[in-house]
Each structure stands twice: as structure tokens, then as C-alpha cells.
T-cell receptor, first 109, second 116 residues
Framework: KQEVTQIPAALSVPEGENLVLNCSFTDSAIYNLQWFRQDPGKGLTSLLLIQSSQREQTSGRLNASLDKSSGRSTLYIAASQPGDSATYLCAAGTYKYIFGTGTRLKVLA | DADVTQTPRNRITKTGKRIMLECSQTKGHDRMYWYRQDPGLGLRLIYYSFDVKDINKGEISDGYSVSRQAQAKFSLSLESAIPNQTALYFC???????????????FGPGTRLTVL
């Protein structure tokens, strides 16, 4: 059974810092790994999706990598801003996704 | 207008009542999903549907049922609500198929359900 873990559960950093969020999964037989952002009381917004044949995806200040052999993905946020404050979730899946419990990020101005 | 809409956005009900949560999408996607989110437990899959005639149970389907009325509509019902079904419920669609194989998931804004 797939299990997805995100560490740390919460993170507080000063504005401008580069940071890395971690996601690990137990079953490497996945098709995709997706990163989401969730603002308080809101739905999830897709940030990046990495297909199993890919190693990384980039969008603006965000870069996500995938290492299936080790069961890990990382989300790199460059030059963090207060507007990046949110909960970040990863989800690993084949035709359905298993979600981690998220990392709650606070970027201090 | 939002691509994935959910109604109602908030609902308070009593134990034993029947509740229906509705989801509509204008993205033209075949795949639709229902999740619930509980603090500390993340999102868990309740039901998913790959097309109108293909509906499948997720990891926590007990106490729930669904109806896929059309490609664009997927409803979740709680036949007899109980307090531990208090949660935030999300509908999602994905773009798998029709030449788009990324399976990116797109979420609605959520329905906050409280069962007293």
C-alpha cells in the first residue's frame, strides 16, 4: 500500500531564502508525482506534475525533482516571498493519487 | 467562472440526515474524484469515476455513495450522516486521456460539512 510522507510538517523562513520541501513515497511504481499548494480554507492548486519518465519540472521559481529509485521528490522554492506562505502537498499515483499530509510554510517579511 | 464548482460551500446538518454534495466541471475531463480532508490525515480518496459508466470505490467509501449524472457532473451522497463525516470535501477532475496523458488533477473550492 502506497504511503506518502512529507517532512517537515511546518517550516518558517525569512523572506528571500531558498528552501526545499521533501516528499517520500513507499511504492516506486508510480506514473506521476504532483505538487499542490493549498491556502487556508481553499482548494488545491496544482503547481507541478512530474511524469515517471521525467526527473524534474520547473515553473518560475519552483523546481520539482523526482527520484523513483529512492522514493523521493523535492520541491525547491527560490527566493521565497511572503505570498508563498501556504500548505504544500505532494501526491503520488498511478491512476489515483495518495496524498501526503503537507508542509505548512510561512515566509516572514 | 471557475472550472470546477462545488455546491454547497458550507453545510451544517444533523446525525441521520441524507446529504448530497454536488460537483460540476467545465473542463471537459472524463475523470472525476471525491476526496475528504481531515486535519492531520491529508486527503483521502472516497470515490472516483473514469467516465459516466465507470465508478470505483476509493480507500474510504463506506457510508458514501456517488452518482455520475453526466460527464460534467459527479455527486457525493451521505445516506445517513454521522459526526465523524465532518470534514472538508473536495471534488477534482483530471486531464488524462484525449491526448493529454499528464493526469494533472484540478480541484474545486471544497465543501465544509459539519454533522452535529
Amino acid at each position: 500500500k502506497q504511503e506518502v510522507t512529507q517532512i517537515p510538517a511546518a517550516l518558517s523562513v525569512p523572506e528571500g531564502e531558498n528552501l526545499v520541501l521533501n516528499c517520500s513515497f513507499t511504492d516506486s511504481a508510480i506514473y506521476n508525482l504532483q505538487w499542490f499548494r493549498q491556502d487556508p480554507g481553499k482548494g488545491l492548486t496544482s503547481l507541478l506534475l512530474i511524469q515517471s519518465s521525467q526527473r524534474e519540472q520547473t515553473s518560475g521559481r519552483l523546481n520539482a525533482s523526482l527520484d523513483k529509485s529512492s522514493g523521493r521528490s523535492t520541491l525547491y522554492i527560490a527566493a521565497s516571498q511572503p505570498g508563498d506562505s501556504a500548505t504544500y502537498l505532494c501526491a503520488a499515483g498511478t491512476y489515483k493519487y495518495i496524498f501526503g499530509t503537507g508542509t505548512r510554510l510561512k515566509v516572514l517579511a | 467562472d471557475a472550472d470546477v464548482t462545488q455546491t454547497p460551500r458550507n453545510r451544517i446538518t444533523k446525525t441521520g440526515k441524507r446529504i448530497m454534495l454536488e460537483c460540476s466541471q467545465t473542463k471537459g475531463h472524463d475523470r472525476m474524484y471525491w476526496y475528504r480532508q481531515d486535519p492531520g490525515l491529508g486527503l483521502r480518496l472516497i470515490y472516483y469515476s473514469f467516465d459516466v459508466k465507470d465508478i470505483n470505490k476509493g480507500e474510504i467509501s463506506d457510508g458514501y455513495s456517488v452518482s455520475r449524472q453526466a460527464q460534467a457532473k459527479f455527486s457525493l451522497s451521505l445516506e445517513s450522516a454521522i459526526p465523524n463525516q465532518t470534514a472538508l470535501y473536495f471534488c477534482a477532475t483530471s486531464d488524462y486521456g484525449g491526448g493529454a496523458l499528464t493526469d494533472t488533477q484540478y480541484f474545486g473550492p471544497g465543501t465544509r460539512l459539519t454533522v452535529l
